[in-house]
């Protein structure tokens, strides 16, 4: 994937623990950003590689309306000579600028938004990325995934609806929806497509589902986590299936933890724990 499908993991390593994330198609330098929520963060970044033409920015794709994944869209999209309007005022940045006009695919409540892709839809990024949205609801209402192959690469892009180990808050939604959005869309995908989340979750999440469930699977994420800062894209949904307590609802470990059976109520019962726990 890394050949064919750069996958620049941060666009440097910014303020926060947000990932923004830059899909490019060799072929053509076509690429979209994913959830630039920092503008300040990530246009200097994207106006140095169009300027170098190492890209030839398309678009902006967003995973759901929060404004940590989708609250940069207006000031991205507002830049025209280095200049921005923020809210009333005139803020004049030499770093921002250049993506005026933008189109801005993502959910239906993303700040500017102006394409909302029906779950299933495909769409081009260059002459070889092909990306299906995948409509996902819980955390977010308008929360969706991106599915992307070029060739026999695979990634897909989470939001906060899946993290590595662990899966977002239903702020929005129930548990049968999260459990329809981990356990029955994002299962469905190859097991060798890599995960690519919205955060950088996955000490905190590998810590609660180590006292769910002590597998050897999750004691190996632990160990991973303890040495690496950063765990996007360095596993796949195959591993997720392994590791994480909140897709192996059917575990008797997990039902017996839960003091539930069946897979919606030990979902929300799992949330409920981790939402609790320290």
């Known amino acids: 994937m890394?050949?064919?499908?750069?996958?620049?993991d941060r666009t440097g390593t910014g303020s926060s623990d947000n990932y923004a994330y830059l899909v490019i198609d060799e072929k053509s330098k076509d690429a979209v950003i994913i959830d630039p929520a920092h503008p300040e963060e990530?246009?200097?970044?994207?106006?140095s590689k169009t300027a170098a033409g190492e890209i030839n920015l398309t678009g902006i794709v967003n995973t759901h309306h929060h404004w940590d994944h989708a609250s940069g869209n207006k000031e991205m999209v507002s830049c025209v000579s280095g200049c921005c309007m923020i809210g009333d005022a005139l803020n004049c940045n030499p770093q921002l600028g250049h993506f005026n006009g933008l189109p801005i695919t993502g959910g239906k409540d993303c700040q500017g938004v102006t394409k909302t892709p029906s779950n299933g839809e495909t769409f081009k990024i260059g002459q070889s990325i092909t990306v299906r949205a995948l409509h996902t609801p819980c955390h977010t209402q308008d929360s969706?995934?991106?599915?992307?192959?070029?060739?026999?690469?695979?990634a897909v892009f989470t939001g906060d609806t899946l993290f590595i180990g662990g899966c977002g808050r239903f702020f929005e939604g129930t548990?049968?929806?999260m459990h329809t959005a981990l356990n029955k869309t994002l299962a469905a995908l190859p097991d060798d497509t890599k995960v690519y989340p919205g955060h950088e979750y996955t000490k905190q999440n590998v810590k609660f589902a180590a006292s769910v469930l002590p597998s050897e699977a999750i004691k190996k994420l632990q160990a991973f986590a303890e040495t690496n800062q950063e765990t996007q894209g360095k596993f796949t949904i195959g591993q997720e299936k392994l590791h994480n307590v909140f897709m192996r609802l059917d575990d008797p470990t997990i039902q017996k933890a839960t003091g539930k059976t069946d897979p919606v109520d030990v979902m929300g019962a799992l949330r409920e724990m981790k939402n609790g726990f320290k």
């Open 175 to 177: 548990p049968a929806e």
């Open 144 to 154: 969706i995934c991106y599915f992307v192959e070029d060739g026999s690469d695979r």
């Open 2 to 8: 890394a050949e064919t499908l750069r996958l620049n």
């Open 42 to 47: 990530v246009a200097p970044v994207l106006r």
